[in-house]
C-alpha cells in the first residue's frame, strides 16, 4: 500500500488536470485485500482511466520460503517485466510515457528505452534523503570494493549516514532486497525524471544535492510534487471499513486530545511489543486511536483484539481509547482536529500526511528506509524521534517509556509550533504557484513535448 497509494494519489492529480489520457497497469493476483478494494475503488471513481492487466508469471516461491510476500511480489513483477513491452506497444492508445514504481526500475527502464523509445519516468515511494542514498549506494559500493552495506556512507552533498540508518537487510548480499535495490540504484539515473512525493522546503539540502549532480553526476530532474493527497473526488482512500465510526469518535473528543498510534499497513509487532504499547497508552493518561496489526498480510489476519491485548485492557480504557484491527482512513483520521499526536512507524505516506495536517509526531521507526526517513522528521522539528526504540531482534520498549513520551511530546509547544508551520509550507507548496504545483506543471509540460 506504501507504494500503491502515492501511485492512486499521483493517477487522481494527473487526471484532475485533464487532457492526460491514463492507462493503468495493473498487477495481478494482489498480495493483500486493501491493494484489490484500492484497485476497485480507483477504476470505479475514475470511468475514463483505462486498466490493462497484467497476469503475472508463476515464479518458483518455494525456494524463497520465509521471504516477505510483498518482495516476493516485486520479484515476481520484475521477472514478468519482459512482458510489459508488449503489454504496453499493444494497447490500443499509443503511449507517450511511462510512469513505474522504483522497484521495477532496471527491468522498464530499458524495454521503454531500447523498444518501445518512450521516456521513463519513476515515481518515488520514499522520501528525497532517501532518493538520494538509493542513487548514491552503487557509486559507495564500487569505491569500497563490497556488495553490500558494510558501513557509515557519505552522500555528498548530503552528509554522513551512519550504518544503522539505511534498510539494515542490506547488509546481506544476498538478499533479494539487495539485489533488487542495487540493480535499481544502478539504473535510476538513466530514467527521464523522478517524481518524489515531498516538497522543497521540507528536504531542502536532499533535492539542492540531487539536482545539482553533486549526489550522481547528470541525474535526471527531479519532480518534488507533494505533498500528494487524496482529493474528496478519488474515493481511492475511502474504501474503509468501520470508517465512519471512527470518525464519528473522533468527533466527540476534545481537540488535539488524542494520541493516533499506528504502524503502516505491514509492520507487524510482536505480542509482547504490542502489550508495552497498551500499557504506555493506558499510563500516559491521554486519549487514544490505536490501530493493532498482527500479521505483515492482512488477509492472514484472523487474531481478535481480545486474543492480542492484555485481559481486561479494553474494559480499563473504554470511552477514552478506541482499538481497531481494521483498515482505517488515515489521512481523514490525521486530518481530523481531535488528533494531537501520531505515534507513528515512519513510512514515508504516513509523514507526508502528518505533515499535510500539522500533527506532531513521536517517530518510532523500524525497518527498511524508516530511519532515513525519521532524519527527515528530526531535521525539520516537527516530532521526536527515539533513536534507541527498536523492535527489531528480541528487543521490547516498555510501556513505562513510551508512556512517558507520549505526555511529554503531547505537551511539547516547540514541536507543535513547528508542525503548525511545516503544515503551513505545505499547503504553500501545492497551491497554485507553489513550489510543487510548479514542479507539476513542469512534469506536464515534459508529458507534452514528447
Ligand atoms: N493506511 C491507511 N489505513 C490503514 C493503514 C495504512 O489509510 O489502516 C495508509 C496510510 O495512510 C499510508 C499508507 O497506508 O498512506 C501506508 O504507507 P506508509 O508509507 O506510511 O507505510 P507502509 O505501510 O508502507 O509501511
Ligand atoms: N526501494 C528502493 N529501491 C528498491 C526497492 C525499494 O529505493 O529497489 C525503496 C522504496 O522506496 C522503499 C524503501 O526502499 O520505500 C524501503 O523498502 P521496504 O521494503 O523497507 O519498504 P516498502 O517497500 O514496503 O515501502
Redesign the pocket.
Given at each position: 500500500m506504501?507504494?500503491l497509494l502515492p501511485f492512486t494519489r499521483f493517477i487522481a492529480a494527473l487526471a484532475d488536470t485533464g487532457g492526460v489520457d491514463i492507462s493503468v497497469v495493473t498487477a495481478l493476483p494482489t498480495v493483500s485485500e486493501a491493494e484489490a478494494d484500492h484497485f476497485a475503488g480507483l477504476f470505479a471513481t475514475f470511468p475514463a482511466i483505462r486498466r490493462i492487466d497484467f497476469n503475472l508469471l508463476p515464479f518458483d516461491e518455494a525456494a524463497f520460503a520465509g521471504t516477505d510476500p510483498?518482495?516476493l511480489r516485486w520479484e515476481s513483477l520484475r521477472r514478468s517485466a519482459h512482458l510489459l513491452g508488449p503489454l504496453i506497444a499493444g494497447n490500443t492508445q499509443r503511449a507517450s510515457a511511462i510512469v513505474t514504481d522504483?522497484?521495477l526500475a532496471s527491468q522498464l527502464i530499458p524495454i521503454a528505452k531500447d523498444d518501445l523509445h518512450l521516456p521513463c519516468h519513476i515515481l518515488?515511494?520514499?522520501c528525497a534523503t532517501?532518493l538520494s542514498f538509493?542513487a548514491y549506494f552503487p557509486t559507495y559500493l564500487d569505491a569500497a570494493s563490497t556488495n553490500h552495506l558494510a558501513g557509515d556512507v557519505n552522500i555528498p552533498g548530503i552528509g554522513h549516514v551512519p550504518v544503522d540508518y539505511p534498510?539494515q537487510v542490506l547488509r546481506n548480499p544476498d538478499s533479494l532486497?539487495t539485489k533488487?535495490?542495487i540493480a535499481?540504484?544502478r539504473l535510476i539515473a538513466e530514467a527521464d525524471g523522478i517524481l518524489v512525493n515531498t516538497f522543497d522546503a521540507l528536504e531542502p539540502d536532499a533535492l539542492a544535492a540531487l539536482r545539482s549532480g553533486k549526489v550522481v553526476p547528470g541525474f535526471p530532474p527531479v519532480f518534488a510534487i507533494g505533498p500528494l493527497k487524496s482529493t474528496s473526488t478519488t474515493g481511492t482512500d475511502n474504501t474503509v471499513v468501520g470508517a465512519s465510526s471512527t470518525i464519528a469518535w473522533l468527533g466527540e473528543q476534545p481537540a488535539r486530545s488524542v494520541v493516533y498510534v499506528a504502524f503502516g499497513n505491514?509492520s507487524a509487532a510482536a505480542l509482547e511489543q504490542i502489550r508495552e504499547i497498551g500499557a504506555g497508552l493506558e499510563a500516559s493518561g491521554c486519549r487514544f486511536l490505536w490501530v493493532v496489526k498482527t500479521t505483515v498480510v492482512d488477509r492472514e489476519d484472523t487474531a481478535e483484539l481480545t486474543d492480542v491485548l492484555e485481559d481486561g485492557f479494553l474494559g480499563r480504557v473504554q470511552g477514552r481509547g478506541l482499538v481497531t484491527k481494521e483498515w482505517v482512513d488515515q489521512e481523514a483520521v490525521l486530518k481530523h482536529p481531535a488528533i494531537g499526536l501520531y505515534l507513528s512507524h515512519c513510512?514515508?505516506n504516513s509523514v507526508t500526511e502528518s505533515v499535510m495536517y500539522g500533527v506532531p509526531m513521536l517517530a518510532w521507526p523500524t525497518?527498511?528506509?524508516q530511519r532515513l526517513i525519521a532524519t527527515v522528521i528530526r531535521s525539520g522539528g516537527f516530532g521526536q524521534w527515539m533513536e534507541h526504540w527498536s523492535w527489531e531482534g528480541n528487543s521490547v520498549v516498555s510501556g513505562v517509556e513510551i508512556g512517558e513520551m507520549v505526555k511529554q511530546v503531547m505537551g511539547d509547544e516547540a514541536i507543535s509550533t513547528r508542525a503548525a508551520k511545516v503544515r503551513e509550507e505545505a499547503t504553500k507548496a501545492v497551491a497554485q504557484g507553489g513550489s510543487s504545483y510548479r514542479n507539476m506543471q513542469e512534469f506536464l509540460a515534459t508529458l507534452k513535448s514528447t
Open positions: 506504501g507504494h510483498f518482495l522504483v522497484t518515488f515511494s520514499s532517501m538509493l534498510p532486497f533488487q535495490f535499481n540504484g505491514r513510512g514515508w525497518l527498511g528506509d
